[in-house]
């Protein structure tokens, strides 16, 4: 099954720098979503990525897609310690009821103020 | 800005017992899932709903678990009878077209 496989783990960074996490996952997809989840909280979509592009911003986010090679990178710029929390990469295809997420097991990012 | 909500945010049940988890997805969104997330662990698909019936289900539903849209607007996860391993944060989610979904903040299962 597919899966979407973030690294690192953790990251512990200063506030001001830039945070960059990566996604790797397996078969084809429609779609590749990340996400974030403040601790005991629920998730917060952040940004969709279609399978034909391969950049997209918002705001202080970028997030960079590669079919190739089944992977995918978000970049937080000027961290603030407010965007401490764990991130989700999430692959989307086309299941037989619209469309199957499934989720890797996050990045916990760590913004020291 | 339209809002998943899901209720209650915390349940503490005895092993053995049923719950019911209950979400009110947003109204005009027409796919509506369940995950579930244990504690310290990844966010893991439970069930896919669309047009009145499921239409995906993971190897973690089975036949202890059930989801009903009641009444047009309710959409409810029932587990009949609870397992200690049942014990995680369940999300509600819906989605309405090609895009991410807007997930509700979790209802906390304590299983006893």
């Known amino acids: 099954s597919q899966q979407g496989e973030e690294d690192p783990q953790a990251l512990s960074i200063q506030e001001g720098e830039n945070a960059t996490m990566n996604c790797s996952y397996k078969t084809s997809i429609n779609n590749l979503q990340w996400y974030r989840q403040n601790s005991g909280r629920g998730l917060v979509h952040l940004i969709l990525i279609r399978s034909n592009e391969r950049e997209k911003h918002s705001g202080r986010l970028r997030v960079t897609l590669d079919t190739s090679k089944k992977s995918s990178s978000l970049l937080i710029t000027a961290s603030r310690a407010a965007d401490t929390a764990s991130y989700f990469c999430a692959t989307q295809r086309d299941g037989t009821g619209g469309f199957k997420t499934i989720f890797g097991a996050g990045t916990r990012l760590f913004v020291k103020a | 800005e339209p809002e998943v909500t899901q209720t209650p945010s915390h349940q503490v049940t005895q092993m053995g017992q049923e719950v019911i988890l209950r979400c009110v997805p947003i109204?005009?969104?027409?796919?509506f899932y369940w995950y579930r997330q244990i504690l310290g662990q990844k966010v893991e698909f439970l069930v896919s709903f669309y047009n009145n019936e499921i239409s995906e289900k993971s190897e973690i539903f089975d036949d202890q678990f059930s989801v009903e849209r009641p009444d047009g607007s309710n959409f409810t996860l029932k587990i009949r009878s609870t397992k200690l391993e049942d014990s995680a944060m369940y999300f509600c989610?819906?989605?309405?077209?090609?895009?991410?979904?807007?997930f509700g903040s979790g209802t906390r299962l304590t299983v006893v």
């Open positions: 989610a819906s989605k309405g077209g090609d895009y991410g979904y807007t």
């Open positions: 109204s005009n969104h027409l796919y």
